[in-house]
């Protein structure tokens, strides 16, 4: 008995390293052919196998000589392109390489050539997204980012009317109150207080989460602790589609309230997206639990602004702003008449079929609420940092804001003034850089459909990309890609050996000709951007992401919201939100480096200048560090650690560096 079945499993072992060659054999030919450079890997990256286990072996393999593992291991984790960056690229000599190991699929292609990537985001049909990655914002329902080919013409169709210039204006208004707010938790009512304040990313996501509820879904939401803590409205008032309690108090039918049930979800979505229902349902774990609850009870408050909405249709409710529900409701197909009437099945009238279900309109809304909040937050978060990290650039913001708003009180900011001065100046350098340093995700994926290969263009050479291959545009190396960028030698502050300064947050950069020169900041523009619609019905902007006065980088090099068809539909709404708060905080105040680890106020206040520089310089690396230990889920984010700030009045900073 013992015999037959060592006899089996000699049998099947067989048969699996047959397999493998046979896989790997093939795979390694599709490679040569393609006339792009390659690396052979043991294992392909996404199986889930060495998913699993790929953490505790890869601190034994770092243990190998490095003969034996370059540059195979260096591509063998999923971060591998926010920790290596362009250096591996570099290393290699090359902007675009495919990854080749058993198995199907077995090969990866990764670029950070601009003109391979714009091919790419151009050719939508050629180089789909693989949709099978897009299933942890899949959870309430198909959706515009989780679908491709028709499907997703039809999704986008639906959702792109609400996306103008006229609707970013009450994101504008939105973000000034809810920016104001955040200040206040931070320095008091009085606006004097100091500390330290080290939920600077929970507290912009808070920010971000409020303007997207309300200018977005018409839910409006008070900040915790600022102005009356019990109701939005009055107690007398009765509550409507456009009125939540406040944060702290948790609604009628819920165990969560609105942002808890939101950022709890978040925090577990792999549980959610991971675990069959019926283990999510059923086991009897604590963190499984609260991903369970705070499931149901965000599908439950998005149930809720649905049925509010279609409450609206039915009695012909107009809503003002942007009303990304009311959009998808109407999208839908849903009207006053299709609420109101019932159709005779008797008389042979059936009811029309809805262009999206409804779990397709909360599948939207999660998708909307979710990338309009963590895109933006994550921006505020790290713009705030690296500010904080480079007074130099902080104070050239001040200035530049002082130059806009000449001493206007925040009540007399002007959106169609304003804003467009905002993204040509410091502030949309600013923002640009920062989005080149960080951009929401490390890797943009694309995919060849199988037994289709396509051709694409590399460095003047017509390569072949074979068919079944997933495509990443790595964006963190593009980003930094000497080729396209104004560079100089790095600081000796920062890794003075260091190819160049492409690792540095130097705002001043987007201030350069096509050639690298530096010219002056202007404000020649007296308008935003005009959108640029391709001429098909879908109305894809094809515009720049960035100002006319600031460097234009080539198409490709440039790609935080993506490029092309498949480029963020709301990208403005995200730059107008991160604008306004680098506005309202840096006009008004400075931000510092907490150093409360290492030294108290009253020893920093005995310091003289040279201790104090010493004692900066120890924050500032530390904070490096934690930079370099973004992880993603779905965006990059500050995971594990935390940068603590201090936000003091202008004039009031204790570190002139």
């Known amino acids: 008995m013992l015999g037959f079945i060592a006899l089996i499993l000699s049998g099947l072992v067989t048969a699996w390293l047959y397999t493998t060659y046979r896989s790997f054999a093939r795979n390694l030919a599709a490679a040569k052919a393609s006339g792009i450079p390659y690396i052979?890997?043991?294992?392909?990256?996404?199986?889930?196998?060495?998913?699993l286990l790929h953490r505790p072996l890869m601190r034994h393999l770092r243990k190998l000589p490095q003969a034996w593992t370059f540059p195979w291991l260096d591509v063998l984790t999923t971060e591998w392109g926010w920790v290596q960056r362009y250096e591996l690229f570099r290393k290699l000599e090359t902007d675009t390489f495919l990854t080749v190991a058993p198995g199907t699929p077995g090969i990866m292609l990764w670029t950070a050539d601009a003109t391979a990537i714009s091919q790419i985001t151009t050719r939508r049909n050629d180089f789909p997204k693989p949709i099978h990655m897009y299933r942890s914002v899949d959870i309430f329902g198909k959706n515009v980012v989780s679908t491709e080919g028709q499907v997703w013409r039809h999704h986008r169709k639906v959702v792109s009317p609400p996306f103008t210039e006229k609707n970013n204006h009450l994101v504008w208004s939105e973000t000034l109150v809810q920016a104001q707010d955040m200040l206040k938790s931070w320095i008091g009512t009085g606006g004097v207080r100091k500390h330290t304040v080290k939920t600077v990313g929970d507290d912009a996501m808070r920010l971000?989460?409020?303007?997207?509820?309300?200018?977005?879904?018409?839910?409006?939401?008070?900040?915790?602790?600022?102005?009356?803590?019990s109701k939005t409205k009055t107690e007398t008032e009765q509550k409507t589609s456009d009125e939540k309690n406040s944060p702290s108090e948790i609604d009628e039918g819920h165990t969560l309230n609105y942002t808890d049930a939101l950022q709890t979800l978040l925090h577990n979505l792999l549980w959610v997206m991971l675990l069959p229902r019926f283990l999510l349902n059923n086991l009897p774990i604590k963190r499984i639990q609260t991903a369970r609850?705070?499931?149901?009870?965000?599908?439950?408050?998005?149930?809720?602004?649905?049925?509010?909405?279609?409450?609206?249709?039915?009695?012909?409710?107009?809503?003002?702003?942007?009303?990304?529900?009311?959009?998808?409701?109407?999208?839908?197909?849903?009207?006053?008449?299709?609420?109101?009437?019932?159709?005779?099945?008797?008389?042979?009238?059936?009811?029309?079929?809805?262009?999206?279900?409804?779990?397709?309109?909360?599948?939207?809304?999660?998708v909307f609420i979710l990338a309009g909040h963590e895109t933006a937050a994550n921006s505020i978060h790290f713009s705030l940092i690296y500010l904080a990290s480079n007074p130099s650039a902080q104070r050239r913001l001040q200035a530049d804001l002082d130059s806009i708003f000449r001493g206007r009180p925040i009540s007399e900011w002007d959106y169609e003034r304003d804003l467009?001065?905002?993204?040509s100046g410091m502030a949309g350098a600013v923002l640009n850089e920062e989005l080149r340093l960080v951009p929401p995700v490390v890797n943009i994926p694309k995919s060849t459909l199988p037994d289709s290969p396509q051709p694409l263009m590399l460095e003047g050479k017509k390569c072949t990309v074979p068919g079944n291959v997933l495509v990443n545009l790595v964006t963190t190396a593009a980003h930094r890609n000497p080729k396209y960028w104004p560079a100089g030698p790095p600081s000796a502050s920062e890794d003075?050996?260091?190819?160049?300064?492409?690792?540095?947050?130097?705002?001043?950069?987007?201030?350069?000709?096509?050639?690298?020169?530096?010219?002056?900041?202007?404000?020649?523009?007296?308008?935003?951007?005009?959108?640029?619609?391709?001429?098909?019905?879908?109305?894809?902007?094809?515009?720049?992401?960035?100002?006319a006065a600031h460097f234009q980088p080539p198409r490709g090099a440039y790609v935080p919201f993506s490029e092309g068809y498949r480029a963020c539909i709301g990208r403005r709404f995200a730059q107008v939100e991160i604008l306004v708060v680098l506005a309202v905080v840096f006009s008004q105040y400075s931000v510092e480096l907490a150093v409360d680890e290492w030294a108290s106020d009253a020893e920093v206040d005995a310091m003289d200048a040279r201790q104090r520089r010493a004692l900066w310089e120890t924050a500032k690396r530390s904070t490096a560090q934690k930079m370099r230990g973004l992880e993603s889920i779905i965006t990059l984010q500050m995971r594990r650690e935390k940068v603590a700030l201090r936000v003091v009045k202008r004039g009031g900073e204790r570190f002139g560096v």
């Open 208 to 229: 971000s989460l409020h303007v997207i509820s309300r200018a977005g879904f018409g839910v409006q939401l008070q900040w915790p602790g600022i102005g009356d803590d």
């Open 496 to 547: 003075p050996t260091a190819p160049n300064d492409l690792e540095e947050f130097k705002p001043e950069r987007w201030f350069a000709d096509q050639k690298g020169h530096a010219h002056g900041l202007t404000h020649d523009s007296d308008e935003m951007p005009k959108p640029v619609a391709e001429s098909d019905d879908l109305n894809v902007n094809t515009a720049t992401d960035t100002s």
């Open 40 to 51: 052979i890997t043991p294992v392909y990256l996404f199986n889930t196998i060495w998913l």
């Open 293 to 366: 609850e705070s499931y149901v009870e965000w599908g439950k408050y998005m149930n809720e602004m649905l049925q509010l909405k279609k409450a609206d249709f039915a009695t012909g409710k107009e809503t003002e702003g942007l009303d990304l529900m009311g959009a998808l409701v109407k999208g839908a197909g849903i009207t006053p008449e299709s609420l109101t009437e019932s159709p005779s099945l008797e008389k042979g009238i059936q009811p029309s079929q809805p262009n999206l279900t409804e779990q397709e309109i909360l599948g939207n809304s999660f």
């Open 420 to 423: 467009p001065k905002l993204f």
